[in-house]
């Protein structure tokens, strides 16, 4: 949901850093777009609550009172007959620990990245990933998350934003080091900010705590320098930005969920979510749907459908995976079929999760390729507990 956003486990405090590795435009009227959120400085609280209105900048920078929080970039770059496919994950996790301690090592907040790499000419996928413990002082040296703005670090790895809110530019570093790849993108938005839910309140579940502050960034225009094998290519693509924190996201018997973020061939965007019982079913749902030129439409809980059609099973976590939807909304009925079969994410070595994050086509009842995004599925390998 693009909650994604995201894959969360609670995570050991006692860490320090470390890095492993396996692994045309269209036209908006931008006054009806804004409109929903003020674009004033800081002030609000971090509380997710209805009715909250979001005020930018501040709102692109982290909420440390809140309990999880994540800032998720994923996309494509075009390079030859098959696209390679690129995830670019941080997350931040209020401890609940040493409240009234001080020190830069006071672990009141865990910091995590996930970074991956789709090649999928090459059937490979590349992933990394650091974690980092924070004091919550945004001084601070190795790793922190500023409150004003998206400015995110832990140690190398870095997500920064800057320009206005009706045209933000994100850049990114992830990976060097031990991991196999290094990435570096650039991406800027074309489109104004899509509150999810109602004004960016979104519900994820029948109780009212049970919610998450939400909006996308979808049709990010990409520059990308990607070192991967040995060899640096610059390469341009399209990319989806989410941005969400939340205090209780998962209704207490869903075990996980399946997510699309999709960035349409005629300019729109579509954003379609379920959360699911142990036995399949589902027990929340929603999403939404914005067509090139501004319109909006978001998803009631029984308008959403994901049936699944086809499954991949993971030779390394053995879980079965349904790599292919048909998925029904207000916007029509659709098939998603990655385009890669293998792009689990092992995350035991940060926050403990295993998650199934891809790239994937959509596809319009006529069979014709109707958009390109990502596909997540969490909660398969084992339950999340958020």
């Known amino acids: 949901m693009r909650f994604s956003r995201r894959a ?42 209805a009715g909250r209105v979001l005020r930018f900048p501040r709102d692109h920078g982290a909420h440390p ?6 800032w998720y970039a994923t996309g494509w770059l075009d390079a030859g007959a098959m696209p390679i496919g690129f995830q670019i994950t941080f997350f931040r996790s209020r401890t609940g620990l040493a409240a009234d301690m001080n020190g830069r090592f006071v672990p009141r907040q865990l910091l995590f990245a996930h ?20 004091s919550g002082d945004p001084a601070a040296r190795e790793a922190a998350a500023a409150a004003d703005d998206t400015d995110l670090r832990l140690g190398h790895w870095t997500m920064r934003r800057t320009g206005t809110t ?22 800027t ?9 109602v004004a960016g309140h979104s519900r994820k579940g029948p109780l009212p705590q049970q919610a998450s502050h939400y909006y996308s960034l979808p049709q990010l225009q990409v520059t990308a320098v990607l ?11 399209r990319a989806w930005l989410d941005h969400e924190w939340s205090d209780e996201l998962m209704p207490t018997d869903a075990v996980g969920w399946d997510w699309i973020g999709i960035n349409l061939v005629d300019g729109g965007a579509l954003t379609a979510f379920r959360l699911r019982r142990r036995d399949g079913t589902p027990l929340w749902a929603g999403g939404s749907h914005r067509t090139a030129d501004g319109r909006l439409r978001i998803f ?75 596909l997540e599925m969490t909660g398969y390998a084992k339950s999340l507990r958020l």
């Open 8 to 49: 969360w486990l609670l995570a050991v405090p006692a860490i320090a850093h470390r890095s492993t590795s396996g692994l045309r435009p269209p036209v908006f009227a931008l006054g009806a777009a804004l409109g929903a959120h003020a674009t004033s400085g800081a002030g609000d609280d971090d509380a997710v609550r």
């Open 65 to 70: 009172g809140a309990r999880i929080e994540w």
């Open 115 to 134: 970074a991956a790499i789709s090649d999928v000419a090459a059937g490979r996928h590349w992933q990394a990933q650091r974690v980092a413990r924070w």
């Open 166 to 187: 009706e045209a933000s530019r994100y850049t990114a570093r992830v990976g060097g080091g031990e991991a196999a790849f290094e990435l570096q993108t650039d991406l």
């Open 189 to 197: 938005a074309t489109q104004p900010l899509l509150l999810q839910g």
């Open 227 to 237: 070192l991967l094998a040995g060899a640096s290519r610059t390469l341009q693509g």
């Open 300 to 374: 009631e809980p029984d308008e959403v459908q994901f049936v699944p059609l086809r499954h991949w099973s993971s030779p390394t976590s053995l879980a079965r995976y349904p790599v292919q939807w048909q998925i029904v909304s207000p916007a029509g009925r659709y098939t998603v079929r990655a385009l890669m079969d293998a792009q689990e994410l092992d995350g035991r070595a940060s926050n403990g999760a295993v998650y199934w994050e891809g790239l994937s086509d959509l596809f319009d009842a006529n069979g014709q390729r109707a958009g390109r995004g990502y």
